[in-house]
């Protein structure tokens, strides 16, 4: 849920009217879903809200192969796909073209799972794991793409704040809880393999904390300074999360790396408007 690069603001963007659709209800109008670069297409003026059991179709916003920034397989080789769509609307998030009215795209385009099973599969070497993240990939049934990405023999690793049951089979769960918005669900911490905890002020990180009744004990906690505070080195930010891990080490201090390479530019497919919000007074926050 937390790719990106710095760069000039993006200009408001026209949009167009949408059906409403299972990854972004209740934010959805606006926005016309369409293929590209061979994907299926649909007219805007035939939408239907769609039953993702029958047309199990992901809103891809984008896609691209990159390695992982952060977390436990930092470093590791991967291919990102970035689902449209998320309720949770953080004031600082750094993926606002998957949800915020100022930075959507005109269009999204719909892929069904054998279809980025394919481009994975022409896109990334055997070996790249598979990293499903938005926008809120929770929000989709993830077991028709998770069983295609598998029989092309992929890991398949989710980004989430855990705000819906998890469906798919994963290999890893990263979740990145939200406790000034919707807390994850108890079966999600359950099944987290890490945490990342995004610290914009230094009480987030017992906020943070406080969501994680039931996690395993060998599930890993990060505390990542939010982009824009890491960017500014705001010291009172990155020392508070020092002198948490030092007074409990089951924390790790954790860092967004690939944001340094901007590694994920590079990629052809990413979006390079990709920015964080935060502290953009010009937008309300
Ligand atoms: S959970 Fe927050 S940071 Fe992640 S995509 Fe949604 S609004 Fe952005």
């Known amino acids: 849920m937390s790719t990106g690069s710095e760069s000039p603001l993006p200009a408001k963007r026209g949009v167009n009217e949408v059906a409403g659709h299972p ?23 035939t939408l239907r809200p769609l039953d993702a059991a029958k047309q199990p179709k992901y809103p891809v916003y984008e896609r691209f192969y990159t390695w992982q920034g952060e977390g436990v397989h930092l470093g590791r080789a991967a291919y990102f796909i970035r689902l449209y769509g ?31 099973a394919d481009a994975v599969a022409a896109e990334s070497p055997a070996g790249a794991v598979v990293i499903i993240t938005g926008g809120e990939p929770i929000l989709f049934d993830l077991a ?12 398949v690793h989710i980004e989430t704040s855990g705000i ?6 994963l290999d890893w769960v990263t979740l990145s809880p939200k406790p000034t918005q919707k807390w994850p669900l108890p079966e999600v911490v359950a099944h987290a393999d890490e945490v990342k905890i995004i610290v914009h002020e230094p009480q987030d990180i017992a ?3 406080a969501t994680l009744d039931g996690l395993r004990d060998d599930a890993v906690i990060w505390l990542h300074p939010e982009w824009s505070r890491a960017r500014e080195r705001e010291m009172r930010v990155l020392n508070a999360i020092t002198e948490a891990v030092k007074a409990d080490p089951r924390l790790r201090a954790g860092y967004q790396m690939h944001k340094l390479y901007r590694a994920d530019d590079l990629d052809e497919h990413s979006d390079k408007r990709l920015i964080p919000l935060g502290g953009n007074e010009r937008l309300g926050y």
């Open 207 to 209: 906020a943070g904390l």
């Open 23 to 45: 990854a972004a209800e209740g934010e959805s109008k606006g926005l016309s879903v369409e293929g590209s670069k061979g994907d299926a297409v649909l007219d805007s003026s």
């Open 144 to 155: 028709p793409l998770t069983d295609a990405l598998h029989a092309i023999g992929r890991r």
């Open 86 to 116: 998320c309720p949770q609307h953080c004031p600082w998030c750094d993926s606002a073209g998957t949800w915020h009215p100022e930075y959507r795209p005109e269009s999204v385009g719909l892929m069904d799972a054998q279809a980025l």
């Open 164 to 169: 819906a049951p998890l469906r798919g089979e």
